[in-house]
C-alpha cells in the first residue's frame, strides 16, 4: 500500500509563503510523476503544479507560474511546493498524487490520470 502524507498547511497572511511537502511510503511503487492539486469550498479541483519523478521537468497552472514553485528530494521520497505571494484565492485543501503512467504535458493536469492522493493539508490566506 502506498501512503502519501502531506503537511505545512496553516494560516497565512495575504503576501506571505508556505511550503508544502509530501512524502510516500510504504509500497514502493513505479512513479512517473508527482502533482499538486488544490480544491476550494465549493469549487472543483483544479491542478497545480507537478513534476516528473526521474526528471526535472516541472508544469505549472498558468495562474501559479512565478509564485509557486514544485521541487523534489528523491533521497527523501518527498515533494515540495514553495508557495509565494499567497493570495486568498489559494485558499483550498492541497492534495498530493502520484501517476504511475507517462503523461503529456496537458494530461498531466487531469487529477483522473493519477493513481494515488494523500489526505490534503489545509492552506487558510486571510486578507
Known amino acids: 500500500q502506498v501512503h502519501l502524507v502531506e503537511s505545512g498547511g496553516g494560516l497565512v497572511q495575504a503576501g506571505g509563503s508556505l511550503r508544502l511537502s509530501c512524502v510516500a511510503s510504504?509500497?514502493?511503487?513505479?512513479?512517473?510523476?508527482m502533482g499538486w492539486f488544490r480544491q476550494a469550498p465549493g469549487r472543483r479541483r483544479q491542478f497545480v503544479a507537478a513534476?516528473?519523478?526521474?526528471?526535472?521537468?516541472?508544469y505549472y497552472a498558468e495562474s501559479m507560474k512565478g509564485r509557486f514553485t514544485i521541487s523534489k528530494d528523491s533521497a527523501k521520497n518527498t515533494v515540495y511546493l514553495q508557495m509565494n505571494n499567497l493570495e486568498p484565492e489559494d485558499t483550498a485543501d492541497y492534495y498530493c498524487?502520484?501517476?504511475?503512467?507517462?503523461?503529456?504535458?496537458?494530461?498531466?493536469?487531469?487529477?483522473?490520470?493519477?493513481?494515488?492522493w494523500g489526505q490534503g493539508t489545509r492552506v487558510t490566506v486571510s486578507s
Open positions: 498524487a502520484g501517476a504511475m503512467r507517462a503523461l503529456t504535458a496537458v494530461t498531466v493536469q487531469d487529477g483522473l490520470q493519477y493513481n494515488y
Open positions: 510504504g509500497q514502493s511503487f513505479p512513479r512517473y510523476a
Open positions: 513534476i516528473r519523478w526521474n526528471a526535472d521537468t516541472t
